[in-house]
């Protein structure tokens, strides 16, 4: 049995997160999977996930570092300068076969670890999945330097064609792609949604690259439409901007929802204001749940939807979402776009497909 050890930021909300657990969710025998974090999460979030990892089986190590404060990612970084030197008693202990790094955090660490202990992890396999179109913001200098150790590890995996093309076009290497599996299990009924309002969700990290600013001024733009109510689940360095929201009829803003994608089926729309994505997972649990999501046409969000998707706006252009929320959505078929959607993602994103073509790629790299 090999044992893949997938590293991650923290046991919170996010993606990367989402989607090591369903890699390590495979039935598979022939690997045994355990996830650990850079950094200690620390919310009634991480609870509900670890209890989530244990009720699957799925082995789990805590970081010893807590990151309380987020500046500039300056105690993220040091989390992962510190990395190895408490990671080293679990890879003594374990001997991994594959470390499999999700981010930029995590990928750090990794990149200080191989430096560190280069010769007691020269027999491990790396696989690294790049999750967005865009790295190593404001780490530049040193992104270039841990890009070539991933390289010459061969161990990239894409998550989309738009990550694909931006790797290759910012480091002059093409790497394979898997795309993200997901699922939808134990829809159940939201019991806040608004009796005779269009339910529109929005869910995620509160950060710049979700196009927070943008989802304010549509909820303010539409503050006297009658028609639509906003649920916000989401908490990140941004959340400040949520005042001017406050106390407006159409949005009630609270913590992230543990279990969101069982709840999906019951609102009308999901917003997406990204600015950019690797493969958005939000999207496609959307979908599978027969939910058409409004998105921004943006990388890693234009890949989840057919390419004649009528709910997108080009350059999150406000003049566009107002046509659509005041001419498009309601002249069209919510049923009819939540088909539509459902079709293209079953075909595309499963979780089965992805387990097995990681695990073709394990074997590929440690056979």
């Known amino acids: 049995m090999k044992r893949i050890f997938h590293v991650i930021s923290h046991f919170e909300l996010g993606g990367a997160e989402r989607v090591a657990i369903n890699i390590a969710r495979s039935v598979n025998p022939d690997y045994e999977y355990h996830i650990v974090e850079v950094i200690r999460g620390c919310s009634a979030f991480t609870h509900q996930l670890l209890l989530e990892l244990e009720s699957a089986g799925i082995h789990y190590h805590r970081s010893p570092i807590p990151v309380y404060i987020s500046f500039h990612y300056v105690f993220e970084r040091l989390a992962a300068l510190l990395f190895p030197l408490w990671f080293f008693f679990l890879y003594r202990k374990y001997r991994p076969a594959v470390i499999h790094t999700h981010t930029d955090i995590p990928d750090?660490?990794?990149?200080?670890?191989?430096?560190?202990?280069?010769?007691?992890t020269a027999k491990t396999a790396l696989v690294r999945t790049i999750h967005n179109t865009r790295l190593w913001i404001g780490m530049e200098r040193k992104g270039a330097k841990i890009e070539q150790m991933f390289q010459k590890a061969q161990a990239n995996i894409a998550i989309s064609e738009s990550t694909a093309d931006n790797y290759q076009q910012a480091y002059g290497q093409r790497p394979p792609i898997i795309f993200n599996g997901t699922e939808?299990?134990?829809?159940?009924?939201?019991?806040?949604?608004?009796?005779?309002?269009?339910?529109?969700?929005?869910?995620?990290?509160?950060?710049?690259?979700?196009?927070?600013?943008?989802?304010?001024?549509?909820?303010?733009?539409?503050?006297?439409?009658?028609?639509?109510?906003?649920?916000?689940?989401?908490?990140?360095s941004l959340e400040p901007m949520l005042d001017e929201l406050r106390g407006l009829p159409n949005v009630v803003i609270r913590e992230p929802l543990f279990g969101l994608s069982s709840y999906l089926s019951s609102f009308d729309y999901v917003?997406?204001?990204?600015?950019?994505?690797?493969?958005?997972?939000?999207?496609?649990?959307?979908?599978?749940?027969?939910?058409?999501?409004?998105?921004?046409?943006?990388?890693?969000?234009?890949?989840?939807?057919?390419?004649?998707?009528?709910?997108?706006?080009?350059?999150?252009?406000?003049?566009?979402?107002?046509e659509l929320f005041k001419k498009i959505i309601p002249n069209g078929s919510q049923q009819e776009w939540g088909n539509k959607a459902y079709h293209y993602s079953i075909q595309r994103f499963t979780i089965q497909q992805m387990q097995e073509q990681y695990e073709r790629f394990y074997a590929s790299r440690t056979d």
């Open 108 to 120: 750090l660490a990794i990149y200080y670890l191989r430096l560190w202990q280069k010769r007691l």
């Open 184 to 236: 939808v299990s134990n829809p159940q009924p939201y019991q806040e949604l608004r009796a005779g309002k269009v339910n529109v969700v929005f869910a995620g990290r509160l950060e710049q690259q979700k196009g927070i600013d943008t989802l304010v001024g549509i909820i303010k733009m539409l503050a006297d439409d009658d028609r639509y109510f906003f649920h916000i689940f989401g908490s990140g």
């Open 271 to 322: 917003l997406m204001p990204s600015r950019h994505e690797g493969l958005a997972t939000l999207s496609i649990e959307a979908s599978l749940s027969h939910t058409p999501t409004i998105i921004n046409d943006c990388p890693g969000l234009r890949d989840t939807m057919p390419a004649d998707w009528p709910l997108k706006v080009k350059g999150n252009d406000m003049e566009m979402y107002r």
